[in-house]
C-alpha cells in the first residue's frame, strides 16, 4: 500500500509513525513536506503526525490546516482515501472542518504525557475493526490542547452515528463525554489524541496500537 506522512514545520511524531506503518505495511511511507500543493498519486493512506506544528501558534493544528499541502489532503479525504490524523493531526483535522468540533487546552491546564486507557467504541470502522467494541486497549497521550468539544447537539449526532471510535476510560484532559478520536459521516478520516504509532512493539511496553494499523492496511487492501 502507498501511503504518506505529512510534515510540518514542527512535526515531532513524523518518524514514529513513519516506521509504525512500515513495519505493518513492509513499505517506507513518502514524507511529503507542508509546502507541497499536490500529493503523490495512489495513495491508500494519508498521516498527519503529532507535534507543534507552526509552534501551536494561534490554535494548535490552525496555521497547518492552511497549508497548501493539506488543500490536497482535503480535496483526497472528499474522494474517500483514509486520512489519520493523530494528536496534533487531530487538531488539523478539526481546523480544516474534516471533523466535527475542536480541542481545547486540557481542563487541569497541564501537559499531560502517561498511558491511559481507552475504550474501544466502534470495532466497524476501517481504523478499528481488529479490536473488539467495549474493549479496553492502553495507548499513551501527550498533549495540552486535547479537551475535545462539540456543541450537545453534534455530539449526539456523531454518538448517534456511532462514529466515536474511542473513549477515556475516564477523565484524562475535561474532553466532551470523554472523547478520545472520532471518524468523519464518510468513514474515511479519523482524529484522535492518543498516539498508537507509540504502542506497536512490546520494547513500547505494549503493542495495542499496532491493531489499528494492520486493520487499516487490510480494510484497505
Ligand atoms: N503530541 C502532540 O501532537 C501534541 C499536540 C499539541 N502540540 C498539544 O500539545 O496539544
Sequence with gaps: MKTAV???????????????????????PEMVWHGESALPDGLGL??????????????????????????????????????IGICNGFQVLTETGLLSGALMRNSGLDFVCRDVDLTVENSQSIFTSRYDAGETISIPVAHHDGNYFADAETLDRI??????????????????????GIVNAGGNVLGMMPHPERKIEAAHGGSDGRRLFEGLLEAVA
Design 6 to 28: 505529512i510534515v510540518f514545520p514542527g512535526s515531532n511524531c513524523d518518524r514514529d509513525l513513519a516506521v509504525a506503518i512500515e513495519s505493518v505495511t513492509g513499505s517506507k
Design 46 to 83: 494519508i498521516a498527519l503526525p503529532g507535534g507543534f506544528s507552526y509552534g501551536d501558534y494561534l490554535r494548535c493544528g490552525a496555521i497547518a490546516a492552511r497549508s497548501p499541502v493539506v488543500r490536497a489532503v482535503v480535496d483526497a479525504a472528499n474522494r474517500g482515501t483514509p486520512v
Design 159 to 180: 454518538e448517534g452515528e456511532g462514529r466515536v471510535a474511542f473513549r477515556y476510560a475516564g477523565n484524562v484532559n475535561g474532553s466532551a463525554r470523554n472523547i478520545a
